[in-house]
């Protein structure tokens, strides 16, 4: 039968049953599921992560797990926890000080930009390098306020989830974002042209095409898919400018 906690028992609080010993065993421990974590997060990438960096991140997670147990199980004494806190907090400090130093350890630790969009189209290989589908890139787009492909002049994804737009001076035709197909309570969607102009583009990644291609039943060759529309107008720009015509 296990004994009965004895309330503020001093010893129990601040070393427990412990060997002096243990807290060395403490900081190895630490340091392993540290670095451990930390390759972990890394490999997962940072659609998870936010605006966060991996080792704020990390820091978050393992400040939570090291505070939380210590506040109230009884078997976890304050002065363990205490031990983690300190490693942990003091591996964030040496990380950020190689990050600022060394733009080497930076790239390791936090990973580099993936660049999403180039010249109006969605890069689906590049996009496979953070776990990201072409939908999920979309909806980023559009909630950085970008409602046609055509406005884009190329879009990243930084190593710490945040996404930079840099849009076109002059915007051309390009896949409309809007409205998603997936909307639940979205209107019916009109029945839209093949192409415009001689150009069509690709209904996922919005690569321009021939529109010879539709009548050939090719595949996309950035992505592999065979259904195709025209391209239409960012919102705002003036059409006039290219006499674009659509073609069924």
């Known amino acids: 039968m296990d004994q009965p ?8 609080m601040f070393l427990g049953d412990h060997p002096p010993l243990f807290y060395a065993e403490i900081l190895v ?60 907090v003091a591996l964030n400090k040496v990380l950020d000080r190689l990050i600022v130093r060394f733009d080497r350890a930076k790239r390791i630790i936090d990973g580099r930009p993936v660049a999403l969009v180039l010249d109006g189209r969605i890069l689906p290989d590049a996009a496979s390098h953070r776990d990201l ?43 409309s974002l809007l409205p998603p197909e997936h909307l639940v309570n979205g209107p019916p969607l009109p029945a839209k042209a093949l192409a415009m ?24 060759p950035e992505c592999g898919n065979r259904m195709w529309q025209a391209p239409e107008w960012p919102e705002g720009a003036d059409s006039a400018q290219g006499g674009a015509k659509p073609m069924e």
């Not at 966060?52 to 004494?77: K, Q, R």
């Not at 589908?133 to 409602?147: D, P």
């Not at 102009?197 to 996309?220: E, F, H, S």
């Open 5 to 12: 906690v004895i309330p503020f028992d001093l010893a129990r």
């Open 29 to 88: 421990r630490t340091v392993l599921v540290y670095v451990y974590a930390l390759l972990m997060i890394r490999w997962i990438g940072g659609r998870g992560v936010a605006q966060l960096s991996m080792v704020e991140f990390l820091l978050v997670i393992a400040l939570g797990s090291a505070v939380g147990d210590a506040m109230f199980y009884p078997d976890v004494p304050l002065l363990a926890a205490m031990a983690v806190i300190t490693v942990v």
């Open 133 to 175: 589908g072409l939908a999920e890139i979309k909806a980023m787009l559009r909630l950085a306020g970008v409602s046609n492909l055509g406005e884009l002049r190329a879009a990243y994804l930084e190593a710490g989830g945040g996404l930079s737009v840099f849009r076109r001076a002059e915007p051309r035709p390009g896949l």
């Open 197 to 220: 102009d001689g150009w069509t583009c690709c209904c996922l990644c919005g690569a321009p095409a021939g529109a010879q291609i539709i009548a050939t039943r090719a595949p996309c």
